[in-house]
């Protein structure tokens, strides 16, 4: 029997709409996969000049330098940007800071000439570099980027030229555990951005400077890897039993009490955070400590406060485990926090009770609710995380919710331990979780990976009440666990106060629990330096007390702008807190100017008043990459290359059965016509 032409017709339409799906999957997957190599910040763009010839991109080299005197340090990083092309050009570098950093200062050197940054509102900053890049002015821009991370922004870098930026910052030294130390990012694990269809490091609000079109080219993205040269002074203030990094091999030379510090190598490939520590002898670990400045007649302070460790009874515990599986764990980082959760689970009491949350794009827990640590369900619970991979975003904010949901048996302390690289790209979210959900919960961030985001970690433990660790290799693992569940069974103290004679404005305003061998450190601004202060709280068996006279203060630069810092830092959070916007800005601006500081709203600009190109001749623009840090496997914005891979396999193939049912379609059509 012969079939119409409109039953012909309505069967081909039919046989398409097969493929009409399969398209509409591919348009889906092509597009995540180009937002998700963007995402990463390490993809290379590949361009020829308007000759043909291939684009000599400029090379990258950095040096810093730290002055280390007791508990503050003055850094300075100096970046190096050679134009290998023939092209005149604009380079761009994203810059990981130390969290907390307070970044000051900025020069730019061309020759035997130095121009010298100076602050300015963000918008005027940009507009200024924008107006000099085009007019064939020498400028270069900081700006704080997100979090720890600043943009450097060089324009009109000439043929064969090389010039150089230098970055000044002021940060504080960590002390903990008996040691002091120093963590200094190398490169950065690139963010999870939700729902965002363009890359965090090339599209998000406040990302790169605008720039003038019609002189520029187009964008391209060097492929070498920066290197880097770490020199270091430091003072320790008293006498050490040993200097050594667990990251890096280093050079240590001694000139009397003082020492000096470099990488072995000389430089190396900016693929991971660079971490220094140095112990007092034993016995001789200070126990408290008062350093000031006093700048245009005002008078600042830190202040550093160490209990005594007392060990009590263990409390009955609810452990939650919760476990970063996001595609930004593959590699080295995933096996890291599989390891940490089984120390973790193998540390357990038959007394505790527990649960274990994943999390990548879903949030999946092992048990509905916390259960008792019996042997079986510890034993089940080893093997599900053993079976763990990383694949998938970073969608952590159903994971937290689920892990501080509820209260905690009667007569448990909750301690929520939370394994992670910190991906995230906006974390305001997750703080004002943890701020209005925390309860009797406490949160242990535990940092994972060459390049944790350490912002966040850090911010996460404060505001959780708890304690923080990094884990950045595989040899570090036990060793770090064994210290974090050292201090879950000893907490210190808790409901700390400060009591200041006269006036004082000091950070953080909300104290944290100290656990054992931490120490309290706070930086304030003070009223005047006479009298007592007073500390006070609640130790696990008695209350505590103690007093610091201020006349022990000593000397030190830089305590006005590590509180300048924390001031604004307290101000940029309270927006996540509901505070007026247009009252935060106008503060924090003030502060920006008065201590010369990188902010949410200023950052540093220098402009060379003498055009150096003529502005018929194009700038093009070449974008730097980090360094891929160090063991993770080449992956997507926290989506493994491997399942997209897969995944437009799959569609090729499913594109390929589609068109070959449609041929036999049309054979089929063809015979019964």
Known sequence: MKASSSETNTDLQRGFEPLRTIFAVLVLVLGFAAAARAETGFGTISATARDGQPFELVALASDVHYQIGGLVAEAS?????????????????????????????????????????????????????????????????????????????????????????????????????????????????????????????????????????STTRDDRHSTDAPQVAVAIDLDPGLELARVESATHAVKVTRHGSAYSIALASGSVAADRDFVLEWAPVLGKAPASAMLTETLDGETYAMVMMLPSSQLPVPLPRELILVIDTSGSMEGESIKQARAALDLALSSLRPSDRFNVIQFNSVTTALFDDAVAAAPADVALA????????????????????????????????????????????????????????????????????????????????????????????????????????????????????????????????????????????????????????????????????????????????????????????????????????????????????????????????????????????????????????????????TATSAPLQILVGLVLLLIAAGLAWCGRRRETHAITA
Do not use: C
Not at 184 to 196: E, G, I, N, Q, S
Not at 403 to 422: E, I, N, S
Not at 604 to 627: C, K
């Open 77 to 213: 990083i100096r970046q190096r940007f050679t134009n290998s092309s023939k092209d005149w050009i604009e380079a761009q570098y994203l810059l990981p800071l130390p969290e907390g950093a307070a970044v000051h200062d900025m020069t730019l050197r061309v020759g035997e000439r130095t121009i010298v940054g100076e602050i300015r509102e963000k918008e005027q900053a940009r507009r200024e570099y924008v107006e000099a890049a085009a007019s064939g002015r020498r400028a270069a821009l900081v700006e704080s980027d997100r979090a720890n991370l600043f943009r450097t922004a060089v324009a009109n870098v000439a043929p064969g030229e090389t010039i150089t930026v230098e970055v000044r910052w002021w940060q504080q030294i960590r002390y903990r555990d008996d040691r002091f130390s120093l963590s200094l990012p190398l490169t950065y694990t690139p963010r999870y951005a939700p729902m965002a269809g363009m890359s965090v490091v090339d599209g998000a609000p406040g990302g790169a400077p605008p720039q003038d079109t």
């Open 382 to 637: 080893r093997e599900w995380v053993g079976r763990l991979y990383a694949t998938g975003g970073t969608e952590m904010l159903p994971a937290l919710a689920a892990a501080l949901r509820g209260t905690p048996a009667a007569g448990y302390v909750r301690q929520v331990v939370f394994a992670t690289d910190g991906a995230v790209d906006d974390a305001g979210g997750l703080y004002r979780l943890i701020d209005h959900d925390l309860g009797q919960s406490r949160l242990f961030p535990i940092g994972i990976g060459s390049a944790p985001n350490a912002q966040f970690i850090e911010r996460a433990a404060t505001s959780g009440r708890g304690s923080s660790i990094v884990i950045r290799g595989p040899g570090e693992v036990g060793e770090r666990m064994r210290e974090l569940f050292g201090k879950l069974d000893r907490p210190a103290l808790r409901d700390l106060s400060l009591s200041w004679p006269g006036t004082a404005d000091s950070y953080p305003q909300r104290l944290p629990d100290l656990y054992a061998g931490e120490p309290l450190i706070v930086v304030t601004k003070l009223s005047n330096l006479h009298g007592t202060l007073e500390a006070r709280g609640t130790g696990s068996e008695s209350a505590w007390a103690t007093s610091l006279p201020l006349a022990r203060a000593a000397h030190a630069p830089g305590i006005a702008r590590l509180w300048a810092q924390r001031r604004i830092e307290h101000l940029e959070q309270s927006l996540d807190r509901g505070a007026n916007a247009a009252a935060v800005r106008d503060e924090v601006l003030r502060i920006a100017f008065d201590h010369h500081l990188v902010s949410k709203y200023t950052s540093l600009i220098a402009v060379e008043q003498m055009p150096v190109r003529d502005e018929s001749e194009d700038l093009a623009s070449t974008r730097i990459a980090n360094g891929e840090p160090a063991g993770s496997l080449a992956y997507a914005a």
